[in-house]
């Protein structure tokens, strides 16, 4: 904190957390700690490279005004990170009731009489604040952080969960398996009785040709023929 007679200035640096193509900002907190309206004004000596909203100001009594600074997107790094801009707030003590339009370039006039305070700021380059650290392997997807392994070796909700899930997946199989065997036996059953009416069908044919022997017309013989051959493809196609 930079403290005059009229504002206190905090921070004294301008710290930008630099990167390439990116517009970075940082604020100034002006506090005036007298009874008068107290006018300010910031000057860079990188008028092109830098944006200070506002730049002019006044700073009620016992009050405080807040400036931002914004870096312009730089295209290259500057070497060592190093930088040489520089600012200058001066500050003056304004008429009663003064507002922002009644301040002219005259108020930071020392040679008209005027009593002005300065206040130089450098600005810093710092490293820009690190991404989250990534998720450690292992680690399952959507676990929370309480899903960890305590120091006294009990076992996490992760795993806890893990165990039902492959006792599960071991006794797919096994269910799988019974519902075959099931249908097999069932297809047996069906086929083993499809033959039993195959060889039932057989017998009553042949007594059907002993008969025709005894008398029976070849019309009826043929009509008895086909309804056999009609119930025995039936049966067949069942299987």
């Known amino acids: ?14 710290q930008f957390p630099f990167e390439l193509r990116k517009q970075i900002s940082c604020s100034l907190n002006l506090s005036n700690k007298t009874d008068n309206y107290v006018a300010f004004k910031v000057k860079t000596t990188n008028p092109k490279k830098y944006c200070v909203r506002p730049n002019t100001g ?7 005004c807040n400036v931002i600074v914004t870096m312009q997107a730089q295209k290259e790094a500057p070497a060592d990170m190093q930088c040489k801009d520089k600012f200058l707030l001066q500050s003056v003590v304004a008429s009663p009731g003064a507002a922002p ?24 380059y710092v490293a820009p604040p690190r991404p989250p650290s990534p998720v450690r392997e292992g680690s399952e997807e959507g676990s929370s952080p309480r899903a960890s392994v305590s120091e006294n070796g009990s076992l996490n909700a992760a ?6 899930r492959a006792h599960v997946e071991r006794h797919e199989p096994q269910n799988n398996s019974s519902e075959a065997r099931s249908l097999i036996a ?9 033959i039993q009416q195959n060889s039932k069908l057989q017998q009553e044919l ?9 008398g029976l017309s070849p019309f009826v013989y043929v009509i008895l023929v086909g309804l056999v051959g009609i ?9």
């Open 206 to 214: 042949e007594l059907l040709r002993r008969g025709t022997k005894r």
């Open 186 to 194: 069932k297809l047996t059953e069906e086929k083993n009785n499809a």
């Open 58 to 64: 006044v700073v009620l009594p016992r009050s405080t």
């Open 159 to 164: 795993e806890v969960t893990s165990v039902p």
């Open 1 to 14: 904190m930079s403290t005059g007679e009229l504002l206190n200035i905090e921070p004294v640096e301008l």
């Open 101 to 124: 339009k009644d301040i002219t370039p005259e108020m930071f006039n020392r040679e008209s009489g005027h009593r002005v305070e300065e206040s130089k700021l450098r600005v810093v």
């Open 231 to 239: 119930i025995l493809g039936y049966l067949l196609k069942r299987t």
